[in-house]
Nanobody, 125 residues
């Protein structure tokens, strides 16, 4: 059974940075494409970005392009979300998700097989 554990969330001032980590266990990490999603209070969960299992394809939603960077370390079974130039609209619970056996990225949350418990990010003005 796959387990995903996010960490690195917290409180940060606008303009600051955070790096989220998602530790994967239970199966072969390199067989899974990984996605990051977020859900702000009162809003639906939205796709932030994702990385294919090979790491060759990385996609971001428009609102985070140029500010967020996704990477994966298959040796450490971990995917990262580096967030810079944070603003209050980035406040949300951030989730990582895994989709097995594909080497592409999908923004459709329903297509992911496993989810972490989420880590909260609060950006203060």
């Amino acid at each position: 059974q796959v387990q995903l554990v996010e960490s690195g969330g917290g409180l940060v001032q606008a303009g600051g940075s955070l790096r989220l980590s998602c530790a994967f266990s239970g199966r072969t990490f390199s067989s899974y494409a990984m996605g990051w999603f977020r859900q702000a209070p009162g809003k639906e969960r939205e796709f932030v970005g994702g990385v294919s299992r090979s790491g060759h394809s990385i996609y971001y939603t428009d609102s985070v392009k140029g500010r967020f960077t996704i990477s994966r370390d298959n040796a450490k079974n971990t995917v990262y979300l580096q967030m810079t130039s944070l603003n209050t609209e980035d406040t949300a619970v951030y989730y990582c998700a895994a989709k097995r056996f594909v080497d592409y990225v999908t923004s459709n949350a329903n297509q992911y097989d496993y989810w972490g418990q989420g880590t909260p990010v609060t950006v203060s003005s």
